[in-house]
């Protein structure tokens, strides 16, 4: 906190000494107490993107460069254009400093705020993801009390809402034992038109401001500032600026909003999350380049006494902020009366470009329009960490374990083991569009009801791999995630990220940032997937423990499918059939689970990324697509393709006969080659009759492509042609293994 002057009296501030003597300079004038709260808040690195900012330029603008982008970074949500008029928004956004001090609340209010982000775009919310991070479960009690408290509110404000949760990814690791990692997303459906009846700025003068939904309390004050620092000892005492929801209003909300949308009448839309009503009407002048008169007086508020301060900087949910026309008014607000809403006319824009803020008579706030959101920006130092040398060149250990023994224990890993624990909790199905099921696929599809279109989501990023090379691991989780969707039948159509990292004013913290906005932005020009937006969440550090978290830039897809027939899940279908391996295994052991698990080791060659290969590898499952030729796919990943052939035997209890003699390279050990998590790999199934044209297939894309072996009735997994001993695995317990490590540490 900066210790400052204001008016002759001491204040406490988050913002820096230089940033305030920059506001007085903007003003002419000291700020009113008020107003100083705005600029703490709207400058604050949550809201400002005042560190990341100058790096998050390279991103190429979507909307120009691609035709079917319609909304871009900038907005609430990135939107597409999905064809037969139809516009899917998402986003994915981070709240994990709330989460790390009150579990159930902070994960339940992040679902409610990503939620009310898709509904400013004019869609409705159809479906939510999310990826997690933790501290590792095993004799980790804390750990166990927010993995379980967090899943318990997503869960719970979700299936109030009616909103299905389809899919998500967990990792559990020692650098996230204090700042646990909660990152939700969110997609949309609707019109195009809807969408462009919703934009988030006030472009013209003359129409109305009307606050809508929850009423305004002291919760959430400072929760954005709260969120630009690290956590310390003393961080209990921010409970209060952790917001309280309520999915009960959020759901008439959803409702209330989409019909008065598509009455045409409304002209501009905000929620009210990170910087209360300040954010709304700052960021709705701001970017339209208008004004407003605000008169506080008409907010609704909870409490008795709340002074303007209070009003302005409160948190408090379910609230949204319409811009009017004139004419529309009465039809908007009898369609909130309808749906028992309470609402208030706070204002109305003007041309003057000044936002003025009114406490009955008093006038509190009086600034240009755009001073809250155009904040100073830094340029931070980054410097590589010393320890990643000694970390890198760790060599893998010499077996000392049977090969079975290790994948048993593999399966039953944190990391690998079934995640059925957190999404039975999940109403997954609700709302009639989920196709394929938690666990029977790569990712989650929904259809778009009336049309034989799909879309297939998948989230989240390998954090040990970025631990070790920020760059690479990035776009790795590109190629993973990418991988999730086309292993269900999907074309990647576009990407929104969440960043999460340490403390920017360090340079060692700020080059995992750096380096992984460069393998994005890299990995997506090459590739040409649009990245429509994102979310920055900093000081993700224990001041305390002196430790950070490891680099982890979450990464979401959205894909398309069309047509139901070209569905593809994860299951193996019929003994029989053929067992292939797509893709290039390397001796590419860093930051495995293979490492991590059996040998506690951090450190090796991480995977690297090949964008040519990795485009072929995609050519070629297409093709095989379109000749219908996959009966089932995986995407290879954690525990290497060994875990995922086993992964695909569970379902329907067959086996696979492998024979992988000629199958890898000479100088790859058995480990590496079983275990190895290189990137751009799939297991497929086929028939055998399709064998020669896919071979001919792999000559054509120059894909390294393996026949691998074939399934089997009789449920066990046989290994031949290994430069040591065959191997047996019994899937019965293989499955009871991956099945039982959870409900286990959590005592179910």
């Not at 196709?435 to 049309?451: A, H, N, P, Q, Y």
């Not at 293979?594 to 290969?613: C, T």
């Not at 297939?697 to 089997?712: E, F, H, Q, S, W």
Request: net charge negative.
């Amino acid at each position: 906190m900066t210790k400052i002057k204001l008016n002759g009296e001491e204040a406490h501030v988050e913002m820096t000494k230089g940033e305030f003597e920059r506001v007085k300079e903007l003003l002419g004038r000291d700020p009113s107490i008020t107003e100083l709260g705005a600029f703490d808040v709207m400058w604050s690195e949550h809201c400002s993107y005042k560190s990341s900012r100058p790096k998050l330029k390279l991103f190429e603008d979507a909307e120009a460069n691609y035709d079917y982008v319609l909304a871009g970074p900038g907005q609430d949500a990135g939107v597409i254009d999905i064809g037969d008029g139809y516009a899917l928004a998402f986003r994915i956004e981070s709240h994990n400093h709330p989460s790390a001090i009150e579990p159930y609340h902070g994960a339940a209010t992040g679902i409610g705020g990503i939620i009310r982000d898709i509904l400013c775009m004019g869609v409705r919310p159809i479906a939510l993801l999310d990826p997690l991070r933790f501290g590792k479960l095993k004799n980790n009690p804390h750990s166990q009390w927010l993995f379980k408290y967090v899943v318990k509110g997503i869960a719970d404000y979700g299936n109030c809402t009616g909103i299905p949760t389809i899919g998500g990814e967990v990792e559990f690791d020692e650098s996230f034992d204090s700042n646990c990692l909660i990152n939700v997303a969110c997609i949309g459906l609707g019109t195009i038109e809807d969408f462009k009846h919703a934009p988030s700025r006030a472009y013209n003068a003359g129409d109305y401001v009307i606050l809508m939904g929850g009423s305004t309390g002291r919760d959430g004050i400072h929760g954005v500032t709260f969120a630009s620092r690290t956590l310390t000892e003393i961080s209990e005492a921010d409970r209060p600026a952790v917001q309280i929801g309520d999915p009960f209003t959020k759901k008439l909300i959803i409702e209330a909003t989409l019909e008065a949308v598509k009455t045409g009448f409304v002209r501009g839309l905000k929620d009210l999350g990170g910087g209360g009503l300040t954010c709304a009407t700052s960021e709705l002048t701001g970017d339209g380049n208008t004004g407003a008169k605000v008169d506080l007086r008409k907010v609704f508020t909870r409490e008795p006494g709340m002074t303007s301060y209070e009003i302005m900087l409160s948190e408090s949910q379910e609230r949204m902020t319409f811009i009017v026309k004139p004419e529309g008014l009465d039809t908007v607000l009898d369609i909130f009366r309808k749906f028992e809403m309470s609402f208030a006319v706070i204002g109305r824009t003007n041309d003057s470009k000044v936002l003025k803020v009114f406490d009955g008579d008093n006038l509190v706030v009086n600034l240009p329009s755009k001073a809250l959101s155009e904040s100073p920006t830094f340029k931070r130092q980054e410097r590589r960490p010393l320890y990643l040398d000694k970390l890198i060149s760790q060599k893998t250990p010499d077996l000392t374990l049977d090969l079975e023994e290790i994948i048993y224990k593999l399966i039953a890993s944190e990391n690998i083991c079934n995640k059925e624990w957190i999404y039975r909790q999940y109403d997954h199905e609700v709302g009639v569009r989920s196709v394929v099921k938690c666990g029977e696929g790569d990712s989650g599809v929904l259809r778009i009801i009336g049309t034989d279109k799909f879309i297939s989501a998948s989230v989240g990023v390998n954090s040990k791999h970025c631990f070790l090379d920020p760059n690479e691991g990035t776009r790795g989780g590109l190629v993973e995630e990418c991988g999730n969707v086309i292993a269900n039948g999907a074309k990647p159509m576009a990407m929104v990220n969440c960043c999460n990292f340490g403390n920017p004013e360090i340079p060692e913290s700020f080059w995992y940032f750096s380096k992984a906005v460069e393998g994005m932005n890299d990995f997506c020009r090459t590739m040409r997937i649009p990245i429509v937006g994102g979310n920055v969440s900093f000081y993700n550090e224990d001041e305390v423990k002196k430790t950070a978290i490891k680099a982890t830039p979450m990464i979401m897809i959205v894909g398309l499918i069309e047509g139901e027939k070209n569905i593809i899940t994860l299951p193996f279908k019929k003994a029989g059939d053929d067992l292939f391996l797509i893709g290039e295994t390397k001796a590419e052991l860093g930051g495995s689970e293979y490492h991590s698990v059996i040998y506690d080791l951090e450190g090796g060659i991480p995977p690297k990324v090949d964008e040519a290969k990795i485009k072929a590898t995609w050519d070629i499952m297409f093709e095989l697509y379109r000749n219908g030729m996959v009966k089932a796919n995986h995407d290879v990943n954690k525990g290497g393709f060994i875990i995922t052939i086993a992964e695909m035997c569970f379902k329907n209890y067959l086996g696979a006969e492998l024979d992988l003699n000629n199958c890898f390279d000479e100088n790859i050990r058995d480990d590496e080659f079983l275990f190895s998590e290189s990137y751009g790999r799939f297991i497929i199934e086929t028939d055998t009759n399709d064998h020669d044209t896919i071979l001919k297939l792999a000559k054509k894309y120059d894909v390294n492509v393996k026949k691998i072996g074939v399934l089997i009735s009789n449920p066990e997994i046989i290994v031949k042609g290994l430069r040591n001993n065959d191997i047996k695995l019994d899937v019965q317990k293989l499955k009871e293994n991956f099945d039982s490590t959870i409900p286990n540490l959590m005592e179910i």
